[in-house]
């Protein structure tokens, strides 16, 4: 009665394959129902016109996971999302939507009141309300757990340095002397500067030594920037080519170069990293024809 004149379907959602010939089937979309009818009528102490109506609202679905492969399940729809998330990541992640979950459904139940509180907010008592909120999972609760899965997780780049800055460092030195314009000094220093400040936010929130996996990081990024330079340096400016050789590079092969995940794939803090080893005069940007000796 209480959802009578709205606008609903109701599914049931069942695990695994029904039974051969079980009445069930009555309930596959297309199906008729009147098998049904006489058992509806009997359980819910419905007339013929109720549960017929009852009847025309549900639908049964079958392709539900067998329990024992919803873990593995959770697990690879969690991983479409999130590709760049390590294996770790991905189980916290899911232990902490469980527990949410769980967490929302020990609840107290709305009862037979459930039906009317959902579809008429506006004549809902306060304490209802209440008590919907904290069953209810919405995208400004799982907000806080979910980060990883929504985007927000991605390293978001920074302008730490103004480009009327000029610091001779050993990266600008060499990227002038490669021939480099001033608009790319610009961005190699600022990419630079937020690896730098990806390195201590990664710091502060593991206990973990990263020196191999960083070490790691770094002779992948380098294999690229010296096989560029060595294929790069008899341009006119090789900083300028050795730079898109790079950003190529990085954006086709990230998740290999960053095996371990430091820098969440991303090519920009590749392009960060390879600025920092620039810095530390582990490779350069060669020498453009017209540069002073």
Not at 97 to 116: D, H, K, N, S, V
Request: aromatic letters at 4%; charged letters at 25%.
């Amino acid at each position: 009665l209480l959802t009578a004149n709205e606008d609903h379907s109701l599914e049931l959602l069942l695990e695994g394959a029904a039974k051969p010939n079980d009445p069930i089937q009555a309930l596959y979309p297309d199906h008729a129902r009147a098998p049904l009818l006489p058992m509806v009528v009997k359980h819910l102490r419905a007339t013929p016109g109720s549960a017929e109506d009852f009847l025309r609202r549900v639908s049964l679905n079958d392709s539900m996971h067998h329990r024992s492969a919803i873990h593995a399940t959770n697990a690879r729809l969690l991983h479409d999302l999130a590709p760049s998330l390590t294996r770790p990541a991905l189980e916290a992640l899911h232990t902490s939507l469980l527990a949410e979950i769980e967490q929302a459904m020990r609840c107290e139940p709305l009862g037979p009141l459930w039906p009317r509180s959902v579809l008429h907010p506006r004549d809902r008592p306060t304490t209802l309300t209440d008590r919907l909120r904290r069953k209810t999972l919405d995208a400004a609760r799982l907000a806080p757990i979910a980060p990883p899965i929504s985007g927000v997780h991605r390293p978001l780049l920074r302008r730490f340095v103004e480009p009327a800055s000029r610091v001779p460092s050993p990266l600008v030195q060499k990227l002038l002397l490669g021939g480099a314009p001033p608009a790319i000094v610009d961005l190699a220093r600022n990419l630079q500067a937020n690896a730098r400040h990806q390195r201590f936010e990664r710091a502060s929130l593991s206990l973990a030594d990263q020196n191999d996996v960083l070490a790691d990081l770094q002779e992948r990024i380098l294999t690229h920037a010296q096989t560029a330079a060595a294929l790069r340096e008899s341009s006119d400016r090789p900083a300028t080519a050795i730079w898109h050789d790079l950003l190529g590079g990085f954006h086709a092969n990230a998740a290999h170069i960053d095996r371990h995940n430091l820098v969440h794939a991303d090519p920009m803090l590749l392009m960060g990293e390879a600025c920092i080893l620039s810095d530390d005069c582990l490779f350069d940007w060669g020498r453009a024809s017209d540069a002073h000796p």
